[in-house]
């Protein structure tokens, strides 16, 4: 676990992350074929966690079954792939279980959808008009795939399903705004841009590289497009 250079310390005088190491290898030495984790990484620092939860991960590699518990959802996202499972739970009572995808694309309540960092949720009503369904938020109309008229509903976009340019482009896609670049904002290797659009405002993200071909500045005046699907 990355601890040979404490092989003669006390376990009194290690750090917050050296002891959670030490607790891992205290259970590997058993080789038990159920691992439960509770909120491994908390408190710890980027290099501690990042360590932790690749040994996690390569538990998991090994075949075993891991269990764990935490408020992190990023971590969640970076733990949770290839068909791992996740639930969403609340006093007690697990309110949706499902992959990664299904919990993070597919929400079953609004509530959800907040605590997994949903970065657009639009609450409206569903309108018809002309045989088509849109979610009415504001000064803006989305159509939406399938819906039930309702008065109070959620919508919830991923900023990811958000495509930004310059100008409105040929597109399946039947949801094309244009509006007002608001913020910028690096976050790791992407940066997030906030996009307003007749008082609705829209979070997507785009790649530095994206960011700079197109020379996006706040205030600058773009195009979003998004499936309806989405």
Not at 24 to 51: G, Q, R, W
Not at 68 to 86: D, E, F, S
Not at 195 to 210: L, R
């Amino acid at each position: 676990v990355g601890l040979e250079n404490k092989a003669y310390a006390f376990a009194n005088k290690l750090s917050g992350g050296e002891k959670k190491k030490l607790s891992i290898a205290m259970v590997m030495m058993f080789d038990p074929e159920i691992y439960i984790f509770d909120e491994p990484t908390t408190n710890l620092d980027p290099v501690s966690s990042d360590s932790i939860e690749r040994k996690i991960a390569d538990l998991c590699g090994q075949g075993k079954t891991v269990i764990m518990a935490t408020h992190n959802i990023r971590q969640v996202r970076r733990l949770a792939t290839q068909g791992k499972r996740v639930s969403f739970m609340k006093d007690g009572r697990i309110i949706q279980t499902g992959t990664s995808t299904e919990m993070f694309s597919k929400p079953v309540s609004a509530e959800i959808a907040e605590y997994s960092y949903a970065e657009n949720i639009f609450r409206g009503m569903v309108i018809e008009e002309k045989g088509e369904k849109y979610l009415a938020n504001k000064g803006l109309k989305i159509h939406v795939s399938s819906a039930e008229i309702l008065e109070n509903v959620v919508g919830i976009l991923r900023a990811e399903d958000i495509f930004v340019s310059r100008r409105p482009f040929e597109s399946s896609a039947r949801n094309c705004f244009s509006g007002r670049i608001t913020g910028i904002e690096a976050v790791g290797n992407v940066y997030e841009l906030t996009v307003e659009s007749a008082g609705v405002f829209f979070e997507t993200v785009i790649t530095k590289q994206s960011l700079v071909m197109m020379d996006l500045k706040l205030k600058d005046e773009i195009h979003i497009t998004f499936k309806s699907t989405s």
